[in-house]
């Protein structure tokens, strides 16, 4: 086996040199590497929501409001719900429309109302009853209710999930009702219920929020994510789930999320074992059972004894010769039946093949998975055995290398298959589709040969190398894993700007690639979080107080 095929041309010069000088070039170099693909200790930017810390991360939001727009707790819960959680969103409308245009879309109304100087007896207008003055509730658009028509309002709204945002009685009221009047009624009729409607405003923090989304683990972890920024990324739950922020589905770049919907409902789809059976059997004209061709004679017989055409279906009689059927006739129909049979046959043959080749990578994957666990056990019994070196981080980062890659080239599949097929026919000429199929095929193929290389460099039995050899591997495996790196990087760029990009009038966009591979979601820090809301607090009054001042 050659030494040289796992460097590219412009790496050659590692083996070639011998001189001291590269050499101690070449363990910087790798030094540099083994730093690139030791995780570095960074705050993850997407968080992860557990139930115990679903209160705190809403609390968060609601008081950096509160703060800013010296609210209480329901008015700024309630304007929070109107713009979906997004903090951003509701103070940027506070600047550019006014607080007034901004408490209206949202149904927040900040009147001042004295009950004392209420009558002894109020009238209800829903009841149309004489209602003393303690058992009447005004909300703060000044509408005043029996408190009996108030709980049967609630209840009512709350049992058809309208908890989030119950609106006042009135006719043409855009007021939202007060949270602590709707609780006060509501616990006292039904316990039960007023904690169903405390559940619904705290699960409304990740049902109406545009960055924070369930994970989609099964069975349910019960935990969410929360994002900083764009929501086409890729994490992991801390129960280990990996998938697409966007389209909740499991992480499946570089395909994009239109394109890996379609691929499932392709997989799974019943269609493509219709058009195995359309190809290859026939249904018999005289009991419908399917009838499987098993020769070159187009006169076939069903198990019941009807003979037919094997061309067109018709029954005819028993009687043929070489090239026809007596008394039968179907040559006008022949040529189209056979068209479609071969498309039918070729669409069929090119689902195959990419479905075939995908599987077989995630097969893969799920084989190298005890990999890492022997690798470990290699690497325990050399650290006990072998004392000149303590440091084998080279192959476990091979192997994550490994995995990560593996991954990328499985998804690839399912790509090509739309990419080069019918989705985006209009957008290419064949002769343009031509042209980018095989750059991306060969940056695929290039990418797949050395992923295999590296799968057979982490299955050696290095544990009884001797230290030489031991050697020559480490320097093989790191530079292998430096180029798979750099080949998927490529294979993204290719995807993203030379085929995605060049699209006219469709939008597909992927995850761009991440070297360190899905980015895991860390917990939350209470004492962090309020630490960064009261920072952001006081620079976000800061700014806001320079534009106020600046309008005026």
């Known amino acids: ?97 006014g607080k007034e245009l901004l408490y209206e879309k949202a149904g927040v109304t900040i009147e001042e109302h004295d009950t004392s100087q209420l009558s002894s007896e109020v009238m209800c207008d829903i009841c149309m009853e004489e209602i003393p003055a303690n058992e009447v509730s005004v909300m703060d658009c000044n509408h005043c209710f029996c408190n009996k028509c108030w709980t049967e309002h609630f209840i009512v709204k709350i049992n058809e999930g309208q908890s989030r945002r119950i609106k006042c009685m009135a006719h043409k009221c855009n007021a939202v009702c007060d949270e602590a009047i709707i609780r006060s009624l509501v616990s006292a009729r039904d316990p039960t219920l007023a904690e169903k409607f405390d559940r619904f405003l705290l699960e409304s923090y990740i049902e109406d929020n545009r960055k924070v989304k369930w994970c989609p683990s099964v069975p349910h972890c019960g935990n969410a994510i929360r994002i900083e920024e764009d929501e086409l990324i890729e994490v992991q739950c801390a129960c280990g789930k990996q998938f697409c922020f966007r389209c909740l589905c499991e992480a499946h770049s570089p395909c994009s999320c239109q394109m890996w919907v379609q691929w499932l409902k392709k997989c799974v789809d019943e269609s493509q074992t219709v058009n195995y059976i359309s190809v290859n059997t026939k249904p018999c004209p005289k009991c419908n059972k399917l009838v499987n061709k098993d020769g070159g004679c187009n006169l076939v017989t069903c198990i019941c004894g009807q003979p037919f055409c094997w061309l067109c279906g018709a029954p005819t009689g028993a009687n043929h010769t070489w090239d026809s059927i007596a008394g039968h006739e179907c040559g006008r129909f022949k040529e189209d039946e056979e068209t479609d049979l071969e498309q039918t046959k070729k669409d069929l043959f090119r689902y195959t093949h990419y479905f075939n080749r995908y599987q077989a990578h995630k097969d893969s994957l799920k084989l190298e998975a005890t990999l890492k666990e022997t690798v470990e056990r290699k690497i ?98 790191m530079n292998l894993s430096s180029l798979v790196d750099k080949l998927c990087l490529k294979l993204f760029e290719c995807i993203e700007y030379d085929l995605l990009g060049k699209l006219q009038f469709s939008v597909h966009r992927i995850v761009s690639y991440n070297s360190d591979g899905v980015e895991k979601a860390s917990e939350i820090n209470n004492g962090a979080e309020i630490v960064r809301m009261v920072e952001f607090t006081a620079e976000l009054k800061g700014s806001l107080n320079k534009v106020t001042r600046s309008t005026l």
């Open 1 to 97: 086996m050659e030494d040289d095929y796992y460097v590219s041309s412009e790496d050659e010069g590692y083996y070639e040199e011998e001189d001291n000088d590269r050499e101690d070039n070449l363990e910087e170099e790798m030094m540099a590497y083994v730093e690139s693909e030791t995780p570095k200790c960074e705050v993850s930017s997407t968080k992860v929501i557990s139930k115990e810390s679903l209160l705190a991360a809403q609390r968060g939001d609601v008081q950096r409001v509160m703060d800013v727009l010296s609210l209480k707790e329901y008015h700024a819960r309630t304007l929070l719900i109107h713009y979906r959680w997004d903090v951003d969103k509701v103070l940027a409308v506070y600047v550019e429309r």
């Open 380 to 477: 325990k019994y050399l650290e006990e055995n072998l004392s000149s070196s303590k440091d084998y981080s080279w192959a476990i980062n091979a192997i994550n290398r490994l995995f990560r890659s593996r991954r990328i080239i499985a998804y690839s599949y399912p790509f090509a298959y739309h990419m080069f097929g019918d989705l985006f026919k209009k957008e290419m000429t064949s002769e343009q589709k031509t042209i980018k199929q095989n750059l991306f095929e060969d940056q695929q193929q290039q990418l797949e040969a050395s992923l295999e290389k590296l799968s057979m460099f982490t299955q050696e039995p290095f544990e009884h190398y001797s230290e030489e050899k031991l050697h020559d591997l480490k320097l093989k495996m």
